[in-house]
């Protein structure tokens, strides 16, 4: 017998095909990226994704805090913690009392993870550019509308202090094959 919590589905309803459902998509497309630029930081700096974040996130900063970051990478606040914890060993952050709020620790990088960041951002960039070259312009400015429309809709770029017009204008003067 069947539940009636069960849902029911028409028989005009298709089946869900995994690889064609677009969350799918971008889950596994997240994934393959992130693996993709791992392997620059990874092997020239000794550093995982989580850290590599924690850094992507305070290196522009004059100081923030893991909540900040959490918020802004999505990650996990123990993964945040983690990561944070082995930078600090490394040398490579710090923490300090926070000026506004004598309650919280900012993140900053220390010197030499200022060094680190000034080294792989460029690395970074490139990798994303080389990745980025298999799209024409005109692919690349609606793959970015797309994405600016999506974090619109979830509340993502205001989350993460992302600006979109300066997004737009970047990946239209700077990447993408010629049309």
């Known amino acids: 017998m069947e539940s009636k919590s069960a849902v029911s589905r028409s028989p005009d309803t298709p089946p869900l095909q995994l690889g064609d459902f677009v969350p799918f998509r971008l889950n596994r497309l997240a994934a393959e990226v992130s693996e993709h630029l791992a392997t620059v930081y990874r092997e020239r700096f000794g550093l995982e994704i989580p850290e590599w974040r924690v850094m992507a996130t305070v290196g522009p900063e004059r100081g923030c805090t893991a909540q900040y970051i959490a918020r802004s990478t999505r990650m996990h606040k123990t993964r945040v913690s983690r990561a944070i914890a082995h930078l600090e060993k490394r040398g490579l952050m710090t923490r300090v009392t926070s000026s506004a709020d004598r309650r919280e620790m900012e993140l900053r990088l220390t010197k030499a993870g200022r060094r680190i960041y000034s080294e792989l951002v460029p690395l970074a960039l490139e990798r994303e ?6 799209m024409t312009r005109e692919q690349l400015r609606a ?6 429309c999506l974090e619109a809709f979830l509340g993502l770029r205001q989350e993460s202090g992302q600006n979109s017009d300066a997004d737009s204008r970047r990946y239209s003067a700077d990447h993408g ?3």
């Open 129 to 134: 550019s080389s990745l980025l070259a298999c």
């Open 143 to 148: 793959f970015v509308t797309g994405l600016d």
């Open 177 to 179: 094959s010629a049309d």
